[in-house]
C-alpha cells in the first residue's frame, strides 16, 4: 500500500485536468509555464489517495488551493511556502481577547482555499478508477512550455554526487560552533574570498551559511523576530513509514507566540488524528522556514 498526492485542475467549463508531477516541479523549480492559463487564478484539488497494487482504493483526504498565473503563465505562488499562512501577535496579558489573528486566518482562507465538494470528489474518484466508473470518464493531463535544460552530463552528475556530501559535512561544522566562533569564521572567509591572490566565490558562501547559522542560533537564544508554528500531518503506510500529506502553519511574532500558535493548531486538527495518521507540530525562525521546513521535511511526500 502506497500513500500518494495527485493534483487536479478545475477549468471554468467544467473539465477537469490531471497536473502530473514533473509539470509540478517544473512550474516550483524551472522556468515553466502554462500558457493557456496566462493572466487567470484557476482552481487545484490536492487529493491524498490510498493505493494498493497500483490502483487507487481509498480517498484520504482533499484541500482545494488556488494558482495564480503571471502574462506568461508562470506560476506565482511558491508552493514550498506555507499552506494555511496566518499571522499572530504577541498576546497581551488579562482577559484581553485579540480577534485579528482569527479574522486574518479566515481572510487568508477565502483568498487561497475553496471547498472540494462531495459532487467534486465524485468526478476525481472516476477519474482515479475509470474503470469503475459509468460513463467510462477519461481525463486529460496539463501541458505546459519550458525552455530547454542544458543536459547534465555524467560528468557533471558525478560531481554532484561527490560535491554533496562535502557541503552537507561544512553544515553540520557550521552548526556546532558558537556565535562568537562563526562571526570570527565569517570575517575571515570574507578576507579570503577578497584576496587579490587567491580570490574565490565559495568563501564568501561559506561566509554567508556561517551568518545565517549564527543567526539562527541568536534566534533561539532570544525568540525574537518571525516564527513559525508548523503542524505536520503524516499517513503511516503498510511499511510503517510517514509520509506528509499536509502541513499548516502559522506565523508568529516571537517564539513565544509560535509556541501558543501550536497548541492551538493541535487542537483545531485534533480530529485528523487516527490509527494511520499522526500529528507533529515544530516551531521554525524565518531563518529555518520554509527552506529547511519545506523542502527537506516535505521530501518525504510523494508524488504522482
Given amino acids: 500500500m502506497a500513500i500518494t498526492i495527485r493534483r487536479y485542475l478545475f477549468e471554468e467549463n467544467g473539465d477537469i ?92 482562507e477565502r483568498e487561497h482555499r475553496w471547498d472540494v465538494m462531495a459532487e467534486d470528489l465524485d468526478r476525481i474518484a472516476g477519474l482515479l478508477r475509470p474503470d469503475l466508473a459509468d460513463d467510462g470518464v477519461y481525463v486529460k493531463s496539463i501541458a505546459g512550455a519550458a525552455p530547454k535544460k542544458p543536459p547534465l552530463t555524467s560528468e557533471a552528475r558525478s560531481a554532484l554526487r561527490d560535491i554533496r556530501p562535502l557541503l552537507f559535512d561544512i553544515e553540520q561544522k557550521l552548526a556546532r560552533l558558537s556565535e562568537p566562533a562563526l562571526k570570527g569564521l565569517a570575517f575571515e572567509a570574507r578576507q579570503v574570498s577578497r584576496d587579490i591572490f587567491d580570490p574565490s566565490c565559495l568563501y564568501a558562501g561559506l561566509a554567508a551559511e556561517a551568518d545565517r547559522q549564527r543567526e539562527i542560533k541568536a534566534r533561539h537564544r532570544t525568540g525574537k523576530g518571525v516564527w513559525y508554528a508548523v503542524l505536520h500531518v503524516f499517513v503511516e503506510d503498510d511499511a510503517r513509514s510517514g509520509r506528509e500529506v499536509d502541513t499548516v502553519v502559522e506565523a508568529c511574532k516571537g517564539q513565544k507566540a509560535a509556541a501558543e500558535a501550536g497548541q492551538r493548531l493541535l487542537a483545531a486538527n485534533a480530529y485528523r488524528f487516527s490509527e494511520r495518521t499522526s500529528l507533529q507540530v515544530r516551531l521554525y525562525s524565518d531563518l529555518e522556514w520554509p527552506s529547511e521546513g519545506a523542502e527537506a521535511l516535505g521530501s518525504s511526500l510523494e508524488y504522482t
Fill in 17 to 108: 485536468k490531471f497536473v502530473p508531477r514533473r509539470t509540478t516541479d517544473a512550474l516550483v523549480h524551472e522556468d515553466h509555464a502554462l500558457p493557456q492559463y496566462a493572466n487567470t487564478r484557476q482552481r487545484i484539488a490536492e487529493i491524498v489517495v490510498e493505493n494498493e497494487s497500483g490502483r487507487a482504493v481509498q480517498i484520504l483526504d482533499a484541500v482545494g488551493r488556488y494558482w495564480s498565473f503571471s502574462e506568461r503563465g508562470q506560476l506565482q505562488e511558491d508552493l514550498h511556502r506555507p499552506w494555511a499562512l496566518n499571522f499572530s501577535e504577541e498576546k497581551p496579558h488579562g482577559k484581553v481577547v485579540d480577534l485579528q489573528p482569527a479574522i486574518k486566518r479566515r481572510e487568508w
